[in-house]
């Protein structure tokens, strides 16, 4: 069991959340389960380390900036379902009489993808398909497009998230649905906040990393070098958090020199293809430039990313009204634009707790048209029976805390493999139609022949003979095949 490290068990905070269970631990962070006794409802309270002490003034200031955070997150969570909602941002009191911040989520029962992950490798199947991973976590990227591109009274802004992985996906079951939330938008802004408060400590040396090195952007590693963060960081985080979920163990792994040294080598990049995954040109191609060393190289958009990714992988054009960005936003928002009118932010943190409310649309981010019991049966690890992941609390209602180490072996090889590079669905796409007009010429010149043989006479419309109509479908259908052909070459 997870230690009370504050000592609030059985207490009542801020006169309404009366504090249930220790829930998890992470580096950053303690959260609980409470019931809010005027909602009568389970939530989560997660409680920040705030490193150091805190004179009066700093607490005052490192609150207000935990304010505002909480105040985007709740406005982002109003507007995008795919994201956990905040109820509540107040200071706990306890008997030591610390300094202890927390904001109560929605609890959310269901586990994390990183958990999923770790499951179906525990119980020795194979890695998540591809077009599973794609189809799953659509909601997840159409969140992040809305929230890179979030309107305001004086403009957009764009929300970023800075530290996706597999650990901050949830995939929870709300009201008989199953939704992929976003967890702890924000997170990276608030404990850079905490360590600039507290002064002479760094991130490093206060144990509160900004972003997770497996998962971190050259940017986040490099400023200097690479230019500051934006909607590209992001891009990165989603491409590695697909790249996991598709070969079964995180992309870069080893202590923090070993996964830099990975993270901006510009000879191998950690696609699908380079980890063991057979994969076509052209998805080798997206993760190429989705994992790009240089933003300026990268996908400035999670929506361009997907839309390409989606059309490679599941073939046929993908949607993009709502979900893709305009590029006339996103020009504004690359390195070194700083008369850009949109302005970058990210939103408070969340947590893998809480009792799930709808969006107030009424609109689901429910995955795909698939039931739920096939959504089990493919990603595993949701059914009772499924055993919890190894090197984490119980996960009965929550998934892996942030923050919490993880007992995977250090590597950072990757092994590349033969592939074949056949284009598969998006080739057969473009060869339907030419193909059933050539089927139904064929039946008409079929019918037409049989018609003869059994009457003696030709099937005809008038002076038109069935026939004549048949041969120019068949040409039509060849020079149909020969052009997607020729651009299925050149693409």
């Not at 792994?253 to 995954?277: C, F, N, Q, Y």
């Amino acid at each position: 069991m997870t230690e009370d490290v504050f000592g609030i068990l059985g207490t009542t905070q801020e006169g309404a959340f009366r504090v249930d269970e220790v829930v998890g631990e992470g580096g950053f962070a303690v959260v609980y389960r409470a019931h809010h006794q005027a909602f009568r409802a389970d939530v989560a309270l997660k409680c920040l380390k705030v490193p150091g002490s805190l004179s009066p003034e700093q607490e005052r200031d490192f609150l207000e900036k935990f304010r505002e955070e909480a105040e985007l997150l709740f406005r982002l969570s109003a507007a995008i379902p795919s994201v956990v909602r905040p109820l509540h941002v107040g200071t706990i009191k306890n008997q030591q009489n610390r300094f202890i911040p927390f904001i109560a989520l929605e609890w959310l029962d269901g586990r994390s993808l990183d958990a999923v992950i770790e499951t179906r490798r525990l119980q020795g199947k194979p890695p998540l398909p591809l077009e599973t991973v794609v189809r799953m976590l659509e909601p997840v990227a159409q969140g992040l497009a809305r929230a890179h591109n979030l309107p305001a009274q004086n403009g957009p802004i764009s929300i970023v998230h800075r530290d996706l992985k597999p650990e901050n996906l949830f995939i929870a079951k709300t009201h008989g649905e199953t939704q992929v939330k976003i967890l702890d938008f924000g997170i990276a802004k608030v404990k850079s906040a905490a360590t600039q408060i507290v002064g002479r400590l760094s991130s490093e040396q206060s144990g509160l990393a900004a972003f997770t090195p497996a998962y971190g952007a050259p940017e986040q590693w490099l400023p200097k070098r690479f230019g500051q963060t934006g909607p590209w960081t992001d891009v990165w985080g989603l491409a590695l958090t697909v790249v996991e979920a598709a070969i079964g163990r995180p992309p870069l792994e080893g202590d923090a020199h070993a996964i830099l040294g990975a993270a901006i080598d510009d000879r191998e990049r950690p696609t699908p293809r380079s980890l063991g995954v057979e994969t076509s040109d052209e998805v080798q191609a997206i993760f190429e430039r989705a994992l790009a060393v240089d933003p300026k190289d990268r996908y400035g958009s999670v929506g361009l990313f997907w839309s390409d990714l989606q059309a490679a992988v599941l073939g046929g054009a993908s949607e993009r009204s709502d979900f893709e960005l305009s590029q006339s936003v996103l020009t504004g928002l690359r390195r070194h634009a700083s008369d850009s009118p949109i302005r970058v932010s990210s939103s408070a943190p969340t947590v893998r707790g809480a009792v799930a409310a709808p969006a107030e649309n009424g609109s689901s981010s429910s995955i795909g048209s698939r039931t739920e019991l096939e959504l089990m049966d493919s990603v595993g690890g949701f059914r009772s029976d499924a055993p919890p992941h190894q090197s984490n609390p119980p996960l009965d209602n929550v998934g892996i805390m942030p923050g919490v180490v993880s007992s995977r072996p250090p590597s950072t090889r990757m092994v590349a493999r033969a592939v074949d590079t056949t284009r598969g669905p998006s080739l057969v796409s473009r060869f339907a139609r030419p193909l059933k007009l050539m089927v139904v010429a064929v039946l008409i010149m079929g019918a037409d022949f049989a018609y003869a043989a059994v009457s003696g006479s030709t099937f005809a419309l008038g002076p038109v003979r069935a026939s004549w109509i048949a041969g120019p479908m068949v040409l039509a259908a060849l020079v149909l095949l020969v052009v997607a052909l020729v651009r299925d070459v050149e693409g």
